[in-house]
């Protein structure tokens, strides 16, 4: 986050506002991150969550489901699961001599697919296929899935035991990676000190209602990104792309995610326009886990990307 | 007033005014200085109007003063048109216009009377100083007129200007295109030219303290190009009326008009050069002694003096050649003869008798001349321009009690000498010596160093030179009448700049722009066009293909502008982002430098910081440019007023860190 100067800002939504501070008293200290998130939902793009276990992923997950109020389904990734433990089972019903189909864990709002690198490509692939398409077929019938459908996937380190890595065309589905990180020695103060964030989640409220979010999902379509912006957002796609800096540049479809994410990002300044700095501040999310730097010891190939394209 | 007429914006009206001023300002000293003065107060009167928040005057007082301006400018010059007249019209009713402006079309019209009143500038004055005067006001009254047009949310002062002076630029192609291609005139436009009006030069009498006036005077009077090196100041005699008759007090040509041209015989090398006159409203061309052959539009007259065929009213050329060795009337007419003879009778006793004694003692006419050289060198006689009053015989009183005076004091009473003597002698004016201007490498002349010398007529020699003054002190002849003047008591009259070494070098840079503005500018007529049509191989293009060519060159000088101006829309940022590259421009220069990578918004931060005291201003501008370029409102509305800002915009030198 850009420090900025004690002036006027716009008027936020003030649902937004809720959003944010209903989040903030389960996750301590990490605004930036629950704003990252936000506007990531906002954008109708699917999270990402990398980071060590025991950081509050899971309660992030948990406690947006809550606060936006959507009907919430966890799934744990393991090694032996199947595709159809997550999308669901046609089961023979004798009484109505038919197969009757039984919804998995997918059919709601707000997936927490926890650990997604636990599981086999096989379920991982059921998982995202349903993300991009917003539907699942079984049996030859296609199912609409419950609208807005998130997907909140964690994921632990790439190096840890047991994980199998999702592949580059898995990532690019993901709008943001974020990481949690530790928590800050006074917000972890207050959090051993405070109540069982399990209990909290319990007692929160959702914050908006179902139409709330629907407006301001198209609220964040309606933000108007100039010429100039859609002209970055390409410099930075092209630079992404230079031969010699990255394994692979950024798809299509990361820049559109990248404008979309910028939308929102503006959207929750209050701003309905997008400016470059709402670009820069996505960006790192957006385009970190899709960049892999050819040069092994460039640490933030994001940032680097920044660096090197004028803002027009 | 029910009508929504667009009326005048205070500052837009006050920048009108101004540039009328300063069109009407130069009147002031032509040829209509009390309508000008009239003028300028009508305008003034208006400007006091609109400071005090007031309308203009009420439409019948205006037309009062109309009918009043029409009643004077008739009973000045008994007649309205012409070209004072017609000047003085112009200026009352643009004072007139001015003073009832209040709508934009009042504006419009007073805006368009002010170029005229520009270009009649011209008719008084063509130096190059008014021409540069008059082009700045042009640009000033373009600038006003940028202003009416764009309304009050039009750009600041400075782009105005900056865009007058643009296009003025822009003009200037075409206007060299008019210059060089638009048929000349064999004459100036009817009634323009003012013939012997405030003209000094040679004067066809010789009468005392004439000369002394002359060699006050600094201005130029003729410049000539030599081929190659200058003469020697001692050859440079440029030769102007020869007079012949005396009637005890001055001289004058006399019934020069009746004699006969001289026969010239021309030994050695020509010396060809141009002579650039000055206007003098008359006729003589002062041509370096001694031309072989009159130019066209000049004739070669008695004594072997070249006039032009009409008094010459402005700057005129004329290409030369001199040849200094010559024979001139090797034999003497009878008439010549009698006419450099001629002496009033009972003039000069003193004098007759001092001729005839040293005729007497001398073998022959040459002789006598170095006696009466010898007299002068001698008898402690005295060259200054304040000489002490000649009482008596003129003559007499010089040669044997004042014995102080200038050049004609000499020549004149010289040729009495010498006519005494029974030598046929004459008296020649002109200007002598000149000043060689190494940086336009030409010799001006300046009416300072107007002369008088004489001529003796000597057997088997004809007419010889002879200069009496240079007798007196030795470096008169050598030097111009500045520099000799330098030495001498009476320098206080002279202007301070002769003293100072880089003054004098300033004025010969002046004198030498001056110079190619007259020759190139004022001196391209009809000849010089032709000459340099020939030069382009257009020489048989009359008139009509002229018009024809300068059409041509207007259009396709126009389509190159729809070009340029087409291929610089699309390469140069839009009048937004040149606004916004203005204010990063401004704090660069102030050490804080954005970033390429960086957004405007986390700029204006850091610049904010640094900046404290304007960190409120540079938000808001900030807001304004981001606003336009990235939001969805029209950009050019914010890019003005950004323009203005930023223009308005202090920045205090930076906040030092501890």
């Known amino acids: 986050m850009l420090e900025r100067a004690p002036r006027p800002q716009p008027a936020v939504d003030a649902r937004i506002l809720r959003l944010l501070a209903a989040l903030e008293g389960i996750i301590l200290g990490k605004r930036a991150q629950l704003e990252l998130a936000l506007a990531c939902l906002l954008a109708r793009g699917h999270l990402l969550i990398e980071d060590l276990p025991g950081v509050g992923k899971t309660t992030l997950a948990h406690a947006l489901a809550r606060a936006l109020g959507l009907q919430f389904a966890r799934i744990q990734f393991t090694s032996d699961l199947l595709p159809a433990d997550i999308l669901g089972v046609s089961v023979f019903d004798r009484s109505g001599s038919r197969f009757e189909f039984h919804p998995g864990p997918l059919f709601a709002q707000l997936i927490l697919a926890d650990e997604v690198n636990r599981a086999t490509p096989k379920a991982q692939s059921a998982l995202l296929e349903a993300m991009e398409e917003h539907q699942v077929t079984v049996d030859g019938v296609t199912r609409r899935l419950p609208e807005p459908f998130f997907v909140v996937a964690t994921q632990n380190p790439r190096h840890q035991v047991g994980t199998f890595a999702l592949p580059e065309s898995q990532l690019d589905r993901f709008t943001m990676r974020i990481e949690l990180g530790y928590p800050a020695h006074e917000a972890e103060r207050a959090l051993l000190r405070g109540e069982d964030r399990r209990t909290l989640i319990g007692a929160l409220a959702p914050c908006v209602s179902a139409a709330d979010l629907t407006e301001l999902q198209r609220a964040v379509h309606r933000v108007h990104a100039a010429d100039p912006i859609v002209a970055y957002v390409q410099a930075l796609l092209a630079a992404s792309r230079a031969p010699g800096r990255y394994r692979e540049g950024l798809s299509p479809r990361a820049g559109l995610a990248l404008v979309r994410a910028a939308q929102a990002w503006a959207l929750l300044r209050g701003r309905d326009f997008v400016v470059p700095e709402d670009v820069q501040a996505v960006l790192p999310a957006v385009a970190g886990h899709r960049l892999q730097a050819l040069d092994e010891r460039a640490s933030a190939p994001a940032a680097e990307l920044l660096q090197s394209v004028a803002v027009p | ?292 052959q009159a130019p066209p539009g000049t004739r070669l007259g008695a004594g072997h003096v070249l006039t032009a065929d009409k008094p010459i009213d402005r700057l005129t050329r004329y290409d030369l050649a001199a040849y200094p060795q010559y024979t001139l009337d090797a034999a003497l007419p009878r008439a010549e003869r009698r006419a450099a003879l001629q002496l009033p009778p009972g003039a000069a006793p003193q004098a007759r008798a001092l001729a005839a004694h040293w005729r007497a003692a001398a073998p022959d006419a040459a002789a006598v001349v170095q006696d009466a050289l010898n007299y002068i060198r001698t008898r402690g006689f005295r060259y200054t321009l304040t000489p002490p009053p000649l ?268």
Not at chain 2, 116 to 123: I, K, N, S
Not at chain 2, 175 to 197: D, K, T
Not at chain 2, 218 to 245: C, E, K, N
Request: proline letters at 8%.
């Open chain 2, 391 to 658: 009482a008596g015989d003129p003559v007499d009183d010089f040669l044997f009690r004042t014995r102080a005076g200038y050049c004609e004091y000499y020549a004149g009473s010289f040729v009495v000498l010498m006519r005494a003597a029974g030598i046929p002698a004459r008296v020649v004016t002109g200007y002598q010596g000149g000043e060689y201007n190494p940086l336009g490498h030409y010799v001006l002349v300046r009416q300072a160093d107007a002369h008088a010398w004489a001529e003796v007529w000597l057997a088997g020699r004809g007419w010889v030179r002879v200069d009496p003054t240079a007798a007196v002190p030795p470096n008169r002849v050598d030097l111009n009448v500045t520099d000799a003047l330098a030495g001498l008591p009476e320098r206080g009259l002279l202007p301070m700049e002769f003293a100072a070494p880089v003054l004098r070098r300033l004025s010969l840079l002046w004198d030498s722009a001056n110079f190619y503005w007259n020759d190139w500018v004022l001196g391209y007529g009809a000849e010089r066009q032709r000459a340099l049509l020939a030069r382009l191989g257009l020489a048989d293009w009359g008139a009509s293909a002229l018009i024809l060519g300068m059409v041509g060159s207007l259009a396709a000088l126009a389509l190159l502008y729809a070009a340029l101006y087409a291929w610089r829309a699309r390469s140069t940022p839009a009048p937004l982002e040149a606004a916004y590259a203005r204010l990063l421009k401004r704090l660069a220069r102030r050490g804080v430098t954005r970033l390429a990578h960086e957004g405007p918004n986390d700029f204006i931060v850091r610049a904010a910081r640094r900046f404290p005291a304007a960190a409120q201003e540079l938000h808001a501008v900030n807001a304004l440019y981001v606003g336009a370029r990235y939001g969805a409102a029209a950009p050019t509305p914010a890019a003005q007023e950004i323009e203005r800002r930023i223009a308005a915009l202090r920045l205090d030198p930076p906040a030092h860190k501890k």
């Open chain 2, 1 to 292: 007033m029910p009508r929504a007429v667009p009326t005048l914006a205070p500052r837009t009206l006050l920048g009108l005014l101004g540039a009328l001023s300063l069109a009407i300002l130069p009147h002031l000293f032509f040829g209509a200085p009390q309508f000008a003065l009239a003028a300028l107060t009508a305008v003034g009167l208006r400007a006091w109007l609109a400071q005090q928040g007031r309308d203009r005057p009420g439409r019948g007082i205006v037309a009062v003063l109309a009918l009043l301006a029409l009643a004077a400018v008739f009973l000045s010059y008994h007649r309205l048109t012409g070209r004072d007249p017609g000047v003085a019209l112009l200026l009352l009713m643009t004072g007139l216009k001015a003073l009832e402006s209040r709508t934009l079309r009042d504006g419009m019209l007073a805006s368009f009377l002010g170029y005229f009143v520009v270009a009649t500038g011209f008719f008084y004055s063509q130096s190059m100083l008014v021409a540069l005067y008059l082009a700045l006001v042009v640009a000033a009254q373009t600038s006003a007129l940028i202003a009416l047009a764009q309304g009050a949310h039009g750009p600041p002062r400075g782009v105005r200007l900056r865009t007058a002076l643009l296009l003025l630029l822009q003009s200037l192609p075409m206007m060299v295109v008019l210059f060089v291609l638009f048929p000349r005139l064999p004459s100036p436009l009817a009634g323009l030219a003012q013939p012997g009006a405030a003209l000094t030069g040679l004067s066809d009498r010789m009468t005392p303290g004439e000369f002394s006036r002359l060699a006050l005077s600094r201005a130029p009077a003729l410049r000539a190009v030599f081929a190659g090196p200058p003469p020697p100041a001692d050859m440079l005699y440029w030769r102007g009326p020869v007079l012949w008759h005396y009637d005890g007090r001055s001289w004058s040509p006399g019934t020069a008009g009746r004699l006969m041209p001289g026969h010239y015989q021309a030994q050695g090398a020509a010396l060809p050069y141009t002579l650039l006159l000055q206007p003098t409203g008359t006729p003589w061309v002062p041509a370096l002694e001694l031309t072989a």
